[in-house]
């Protein structure tokens, strides 16, 4: 939230957003970019799944997209398969942008937060994440020309709870 905080104000003193549209974006819709649009960070005690996420050279995330239920807290294991960084960064459409246009204006910015993980080469990381709210999320690459060039990918959140998920297991048997 504190990051969030320094952001806007960077965003403000930057120009990128202007004191009027984010005074006009607080009427819209009732409740405006609530903090918990995406969730909120995770328990590792709580954590109901792993999933394993691939960042590549080509702009790509493996998956690209993933279905959750409301309330699940999923371990995201990243893995940077390139040879260029790459970073996974949680967020609701409208906040990626603005994250983006920062990060366009000064590519070298480090930037950390519970919703994100930064990798090096051949490195792994992760995020334990909780989805508090059913809708669609966003997660992408905001490194300079990734996220133009495609580097996103969309979590789905389902309002209601799926015990388990057994299709790709079916799948994988009834192949032969
Ligand atoms: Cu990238």
């Not at 990060?103 to 930037?111: A, I, L, N, R």
């Not at 930064?118 to 490195?123: D, K, M, N, R, T």
């Amino acid at each position: 939230m504190q990051i969030k905080f320094v952001l806007l104000t960077a965003l403000l003193s930057l120009g990128v957003v202007s004191h009027s549209a984010l005074a006009s974006g607080t009427h819209a819709g009732g409740h405006h970019d609530s903090d918990d649009a995406i969730g909120v960070p995770g328990e590792v005690a709580k954590v109901t799944r792993t999933i394993a996420v691939k960042m590549t050279d080509n702009m790509r995330f493996t998956p690209e997209r993933i279905s959750v239920s409301r309330g699940e807290t999923i371990r995201f294991t990243v893995t940077n398969a390139g040879k260029l960084k790459h970073e996974l960064v949680l967020g609701t459409k409208k906040a990626l942008d603005e994250h983006y246009e920062v990060m366009t204006k000064f590519p070298e910015m480090e930037h950390a937060d519970e919703n994100m993980v930064s990798l090096a080469p051949a490195q792994t990381g992760e995020i334990v994440w909780q989805f508090t709210t059913p809708g669609k999320i966003h997660f992408a690459c905001l490194h300079p020309g990734h996220y133009d060039a495609g580097m996103i990918g969309q979590v789905m959140v389902t309002a209601q709870k799926i015990a388990r998920q057994k299709a790709s297991a079916a799948r994988i048997t009834s192949t032969e």
